[in-house]
């Protein structure tokens, strides 16, 4: 199916790996800022760690997604490997945002507790 005379295929490729090379860009930028900050603390390397992890999907995952799109005989191996890939890190990500957020809720929650049991000491 073409689109004004461009092949279907091509289109997605092309905007896959715009997509792909913003994120690749965007998150070095991340990595950079996150590097040399002075202050480091824990959610500080979890977001690197976050960064770095997108990064290699775009790279591992992403990549090999695009090259597939443009080829007719992709073999099974290559298909399941970036299949792999992509979710791997995808699913690093999530547990990395997870680990983020249960940081938050202790942050939160542990002074609010600590308080109200001085609160009933004094």
Do not use: W
């Amino acid at each position: 199916m073409e689109y004004f005379g461009i092949d279907r295929d091509i289109i997605i490729a092309v905007s896959l790996m715009t997509i792909v090379t913003l994120a690749v860009i965007l998150n070095i930028l991340t990595c950079l800022v996150l590097i040399t900050v002075k202050n480091k603390s824990s959610y500080m390397l979890l977001c690197l760690n976050l960064a770095v992890s997108d990064i290699l999907r775009c790279i591992m995952g992403y990549s090999l997604e695009t090259y597939q799109i443009r080829q007719e005989n992709v073999s099974m191996a290559l298909c399941k490997g970036s299949a792999y890939l992509i979710a791997f890190f995808g699913l690093t990500s999530i547990s990395i945002l997870t680990v983020i957020t249960l940081l938050k809720i202790a942050i939160i929650k542990i002074p609010l507790t600590l308080h109200r049991i001085e609160g009933k000491i004094t």
